[in-house]
Nanobody, 117 residues
Framework: QVQLVESGGGLVQAGGSLRLSCAAS????????MGWYRQAPGNQRELVAG???????NYADSVKGRFTISRDNAKNTVYLQMNSLKPEDTAVYYC???????????WGQGTQVTVSS
């Protein structure tokens, strides 16, 4: 059974930091591309950051220079370090796992991030 469990969300003031974690089980983690997505009320879910099995990263323009995605294959965990948070970063953040060419993707349950002004 595949599980992606996010943690680390919460309430923070603008300018503050949070680190999200996503612990994966039931998949060959090191072969998966991992991504962090977010969805604010009334908005579509959007990609925030991604990291391939080889460690290549990509970021949404809105978070470049503020957020950093990383992974620890020994712990089957992907992280999202979020600095200089803004009220517009407020959303539910989701973790996603996918393996290129294998035709699947899995989502976590989400963790709420709220940034107050």
């Amino acid at each position: 059974q595949v599980q992606l469990v996010e943690s680390g969300g919460g309430l923070v003031q603008a300018g503050g930091s949070l680190r999200l974690s996503c612990a994966a089980s039931g998949i060959m983690f090191r072969f998966n591309t991992m991504g962090w997505y977010r969805q604010a009320p009334g908005n579509q879910r959007e990609l925030v950051a991604g990291i391939t099995s080889g460690g290549s990263t990509n970021y949404a323009d809105s978070v470049k220079g503020r957020f950093t995605i990383s992974r620890d294959n020994a712990k089957n965990t992907v992280y999202l370090q979020m600095n200089s948070l803004k009220p517009e970063d407020t959303a539910v953040y989701y973790c996603k796992a996918e393996r290129v060419g294998w035709g699947y993707n899995y989502w976590g349950q989400g963790t709420q991030v709220t940034v107050s002004s």
